[in-house]
């Protein structure tokens, strides 16, 4: 029997993606070991999605080239659609990106190749720690009160970041797409992942039966735009949540990653949908709180409209969770057009804010704009969000109660490789 190590860092889409990948090669007669040097294949799932990502992937790939024994070693995912260029300074042998499963077939010489519904669980993110060298050219690079001051507050940040995340225990991930159908001038992602491609509802629904008659309660839709699902198959999400809340159990569904300008199109029946109680969470990544920083990112919606939604759901559904994200030093944002930013984190009642310093991805739109912004003063405007942002939480969460992640959620009971890598 041949053995496999398979890993992954990046986010949900990445580590279910992984998770399938596993359970292909289980399925075709492979063992799954957590010891890169017992492995005869190892495959890594690369993130590219900003600069720090790519740089973290290609640590781990060294490191993982030098634990090897022997083993092939194959890179896939994001980074090698993105990026292939950086890869190939540290790796010169097979690469595939995100979702070939059909790559992955032929390498193996399976006759057919997996599906998309192998796995309902996220493999954990792998990382190791950075060599003493990596610290100390990061800090010389970056050494600033500003960059300090963050790194303080980052670790309180992080615990929050935690509790207020779609990745939590006893949790059933169902992947319902692929790609998205937007533009935004700063995403590497679409390189990587595409045009939209939607899992049928039919599918998706029985994937949820299936959670349901195993027991969860709690069930995360993943996808790169969970928003747009289905624009390729002439129907969209509010059809597929149609079908969910109908069924019957108490359970919560969550949505990682909800465009707004769907959400602004489809306010009224996404409202409807909400009013049976069982959608409990929804990322709506706002970006910026400047109309011009919004059109230059090309998101599709004034921050008049995001507002507007937002407070219709927050109005009518009190205690549904919505997380967004904010990208800090967007070539050419002004002091100005920063502080309408923070201004609209005071005036939105968000329950958790993801933070992105601007990072130049190949291939994008944004990476040839002018008015970069000098690393010095993205710094600052991250840490002035940062900590506007934790006072915030404090204030909403006064006593919250902070539980370390699983290694892999919803799979200890379902006969899948449980341990830590």
Same mark, same amino acid.
């Given at each position: 029997?041949?053995?496999?190590?398979?890993?992954?860092?990046?986010?949900?889409?990445?580590?279910?993606?992984?998770?399938?990948?596993?359970?292909?090669?289980?399925?075709?007669?492979?063992?799954?070991?957590?010891?890169?040097?017992?492995?005869?294949?190892?495959?890594?799932?690369?993130?590219?999605?900003?600069?720090?990502?790519?740089?973290?992937?290609?640590?781990?790939?060294?490191?993982?080239?030098?634990?090897?024994?022997?083993?092939?070693?194959?890179?896939?995912?994001?980074?090698?659609?993105?990026?292939?260029?950086?890869?190939?300074?540290?790796?010169?042998?097979?690469?595939?990106?995100?979702?070939?499963?059909?790559?992955?077939?032929?390498?193996?010489?399976?006759?057919?190749?997996?599906?998309?519904?192998?796995?309902?669980?996220?493999?954990?993110?792998?990382?190791?720690?950075?060599?003493?060298?990596?610290?100390?050219?990061?800090?010389?690079?970056?050494?600033?009160?500003?960059?300090?001051?963050?790194?303080?507050?980052?670790?309180?940040?992080? $615990? &929050?970041?935690?509790?207020? *995340?779609?990745?939590?225990?006893?949790?059933?991930? %169902? @992947? #319902?797409? !692929?790609?998205?159908?937007?533009?935004?001038?700063?995403?590497?992602?679409?390189?990587?992942?595409?045009?939209?491609?939607?899992?049928?509802?039919?599918?998706?629904?029985?994937?949820?039966?299936?959670?349901?008659?195993?027991?969860?309660?709690?069930?995360?839709?993943?996808?790169?735009?969970?928003?747009?699902?289905?624009?390729?198959?002439?129907?969209?999400?509010?059809?597929?949540?149609?079908?969910?809340?109908?069924?019957?159990?108490?359970?919560?569904?969550?949505?990682?990653?909800?465009?707004?300008?769907?959400?602004?199109?489809?306010?009224?029946?996404?409202?409807?949908?909400?009013?049976?109680?069982?959608?409990?969470?929804?990322?709506?990544?706002?970006?910026?709180?400047?109309?011009?920083?919004?059109?230059?990112?090309?998101?599709?919606?004034?921050?008049? $409209? &995001?507002?507007?939604?937002? *407070?219709?759901?927050?109005?009518?559904?009190?205690? %549904? @969770? #919505?997380? !967004?994200?904010?990208?800090?030093?967007?070539?050419?944002?002004?002091?100005?057009?920063?502080?309408?930013?923070?201004?609209?984190?005071?005036?939105?009642?968000f329950d958790f804010i993801e933070l992105f310093m601007?990072?130049?991805?190949?291939?994008?739109?944004?990476?040839?704009?002018?008015?970069?912004?000098?690393?010095?003063?993205?710094?600052?405007?991250?840490?002035?969000?940062?900590?506007?942002?934790?006072?915030?939480?404090?204030?909403?969460?006064?006593?919250?109660?902070?539980?370390?992640?699983?290694?892999?959620?919803?799979?200890?009971?379902?006969?899948?490789?449980?341990?830590?890598?």
């Amino acid at each position: 029997m041949k053995t496999a190590c398979v890993l992954t860092n990046g986010c949900p889409e990445n580590r279910i993606d992984t998770a399938g990948m596993q359970e292909f090669l289980k399925s075709k007669g492979w063992s799954i070991t957590n010891k890169v040097s017992d492995a005869d294949l190892v495959l890594f799932n690369a993130c590219g999605l900003t600069v720090e990502n790519a740089e973290s992937s290609i640590r781990l790939i060294k490191h993982l080239k030098s634990q090897k024994n022997g083993s092939r070693f194959i890179v896939c995912g994001c980074l090698p659609r993105i990026n292939p260029e950086s890869i190939r300074s540290v790796h010169n042998d097979v690469m595939f990106g995100s979702d070939n499963m059909n790559a992955l077939a032929a390498l193996i010489d399976a006759e057919e190749s997996p599906g998309c519904d192998l796995a309902n669980f996220l493999l954990p993110s792998y990382n190791i720690a950075p060599g003493l060298g990596w610290i100390i050219t990061h800090v010389k690079a970056n050494l600033n009160l500003y960059f300090v001051l963050s790194k303080l507050l980052e670790r309180k940040y992080k $615990e &929050y970041y935690d509790m207020i *995340n779609i990745v939590s225990p006893n949790t059933h991930y %169902i @992947k #319902v797409s !692929t790609g998205c159908v937007s533009s935004c001038s700063y995403c590497a992602v679409k390189i990587s992942r595409g045009t939209l491609r939607s899992k049928p509802i039919e599918k998706v629904v029985a994937e949820f039966k299936a959670g349901l008659e195993q027991g969860y309660k709690k069930f995360a839709l993943i996808g790169t735009d969970v928003g747009c699902y289905g624009r390729d198959q002439k129907t969209n999400l509010v059809q597929l949540l149609d079908e969910l809340v109908a069924l019957p159990g108490n359970f919560e569904i969550r949505i990682r990653n909800f465009h707004p300008r769907f959400l602004i199109e489809m306010l009224p029946d996404v409202v409807k949908v909400c009013r049976s109680g069982k959608v409990g969470f929804l990322g709506l990544a706002a970006q910026s709180g400047n109309n011009r920083i919004l059109q230059l990112m090309r998101r599709g919606y004034s921050i008049e $409209e &995001y507002k507007h939604a937002f *407070n219709a759901l927050r109005k009518e559904f009190p205690h %549904i @969770k #919505v997380r !967004t994200q904010f990208i800090v030093g967007f070539p050419g944002e002004t002091e100005r057009e920063f502080e309408d930013t923070l201004q609209l984190i005071d005036e939105v009642d968000f329950d958790f804010i993801e933070l992105f310093m601007f990072s130049p991805r190949p291939g994008t739109k944004a990476n040839s704009l002018p008015g970069a912004i000098p690393r010095a003063v993205i710094q600052k405007r991250y840490y002035r969000i940062l900590r506007k942002t934790l006072q915030n939480l404090s204030h909403k969460y006064p006593r919250p109660v902070f539980t370390p992640k699983p290694v892999f959620e919803g799979a200890k009971n379902q006969g899948y490789f449980v341990g830590k890598v």
